[in-house]
């Protein structure tokens, strides 16, 4: 299985939207809405920002958003702050009962 | 709140086995969750290495499949991860997580770096 693709990097300024894509195949990103983004700091453990495509576990702030269409998922940061600046990367279910991780984007707040 | 924390050695020889184990507190790990293993090598991005249930079901990661061993060891509340004849290349920071919602992972551990070099 082939890593989801996603930009390396994606830059804003404080309190611009960004986007970022993951993109996958029908097998994994298009066959499921089982799609979940993940928050990492260096040196800390991820954190769950977003599951099943566009739900947020409690307490993630709803600056946050998530979205699917076709084999591409992404995920929206609105109002970028300067806590928001980490890497980020996106998971999804696969059709051999397994699990795929987004190669990973490093988002920077200019 | 389930928690969790890896514990196993931090070097290993090249061709030698990594063993890893994750405790798990404020839960048990006899209920229905999925617990899962995830790496980070240096400078590279996380890949699932699998997941074990309490029921001793497994699903590991193609690539790593043919190395890689889970169990669960329920008087210890714990589950465990070994990697067999091992390369600088599996050098990484391991995570051991779970599911508070199926098909991702809301728990994590803190994260155990095992450096592989003779």
């Known amino acids: 299985q082939s890593a989801l693709t996603q930009p390396a990097s994606v830059s804003g300024s404080p309190g611009q939207s960004i986007t970022i894509s993951c993109t996958g195949t029908?097998?994994?990103?298009?066959?499921?809405?089982?799609v979940s983004w993940y928050q990492h700091h260096p040196g800390k453990a991820p954190k769950l920002i977003i599951y099943d495509v566009s739900n947020r576990p409690s307490g993630v702030s709803n600056r946050l958003s998530g979205s699917k269409s076709g084999n591409t998922a992404s995920l929206t940061i609105s109002g970028l702050q300067s806590e928001d600046e980490a890497d980020y990367y996106c998971s999804s279910y696969t059709n051999i009962n397994t699990y795929v991780f987004g190669t990973g984007t490093r988002v920077t707040v200019l | 709140q389930v928690q969790l924390q890896e514990s196993g050695p931090t070097l290993v020889r090249p061709s030698g086995t990594l063993s890893l184990t994750c405790a798990v507190s404020g839960g048990s790990v006899s209920s229905t969750k999925w617990w899962s293993w995830v790496r980070q090598p240096p400078g590279k991005g996380l890949e699932w290495i699998g997941e074990?249930?309490?029921?001793?079901?497994?699903n590991y990661n193609p690539s790593l499949k043919s190395r890689v061993t889970m169990s669960v060891d329920k008087s210890e509340n714990h589950f465990s991860l070994k990697l067999n004849s091992v390369t600088a290349a599996d050098t990484a920071v391991y995570y051991c997580a779970s599911q508070d919602y199926d098909y991702c992972w809301s728990v994590w551990g803190q994260g155990t770096t095992v450096t592989v070099s003779s």
């Open positions: 029908s097998s994994d990103v298009g066959g499921y809405n089982y």
């Open positions: 074990i249930h309490h029921s001793g079901n497994t």
